[in-house]
């Protein structure tokens, strides 16, 4: 299958700081990609929908403001996570869309996450 | 909304055949897939099938969908420890690129 490189794997940082998580498509291109945060032994929160060339497309609750996306070309997406607090720490995986033909053929790839910790 | 079930745990012996459960709610769901997600990583796409299909098998895997109940089941044939993991169903409706995630089940695959 397609594969996704996310970076990078785990993070510490301190209160207060900004730490920026970048998401690849390697083998394809992808004009949407997602964002999720999990938390232990629990599923994916969809937080935004990253969109090539465009805004981002927030889900409810999440703060844009909090939660910087861009998304400047079709393999690359990134997410920022400014000014950290330890409540931010969690388990970020992000997601391209694949698109073969017509979206009847579309699939879903995901990086391998990153563990931010905020001390 | 929709919504997404599937039951928190399973264990097996090696071996045994695993079937992992999935139900849904959206009846306009057209793609639903099956995820692995191995401890601290992404996750892995295993298998998938359109709506309009019943079954599908690839190597071990059966994938069983009972559009009328909208259950969907995972079967893994002679299950390894290699197989324990976090297995997660989704759907995706037609005319959208929004995938729904079940609540994932922790198969534990006793030696």
């Known amino acids: 299958g397609a594969v996704v490189s996310q970076h990078p794997s785990w993070v510490i940082c301190k209160s207060g700081t900004s730490v920026k998580i970048e998401c690849r498509s390697l083998d394809f291109q992808a004009t949407t990609m997602f964002w999720y945060r999990q938390f232990p032994k629990q599923s994916l929160m969809l937080m935004a929908t990253s969109n090539e060339g465009s805004k981002a497309t927030y889900e409810q609750g999440v703060e844009k403001d909090k939660f910087l996306i861009n998304h400047a070309s079709l393999t690359l997406s990134t997410l920022t996570v400014t000014s950290a607090h330890p409540e931010d720490s969690s388990f970020y995986i992000c997601?391209?869309?694949?698109?073969?033909?017509?979206?009847?053929?579309?699939?879903?790839?995901f990086g391998s996450g990153t563990q931010l910790s905020v001390l | 909304g929709e919504d997404v079930e599937q039951s928190l745990f399973l264990s097996v012996r090696e071996g045994d055949s695993s079937v992992i459960n999935c139900t849904y709610t959206?009846?306009?769901?057209?793609?639903l897939y099956w995820y692995k997600q191995e401890p601290g990583a992404g996750l892995q796409l295993l298998t998938y099938i359109f709506s309009n299909m019943d079954m599908k098998q690839d190597q071990r895997l059966t994938v069983l969908l009972n559009k009328k109940d909208k259950h969907l089941s995972l079967r893994i044939a002679d299950t390894q420890t290699g197989d324990s993991a976090i297995y997660f169903c989704?759907?995706?409706?037609?005319?959208?690129?929004?995938?729904?995630f079940g609540t994932g089940t922790r198969l534990k695959v006793l030696a």
């Open positions: 997601s391209a869309r694949e698109v073969l033909g017509d979206a009847t053929n579309e699939k879903l790839f």
């Open positions: 959206d009846s306009s769901s057209t793609y």
């Open positions: 989704a759907e995706r409706g037609s005319g959208t690129y929004k995938y729904i």
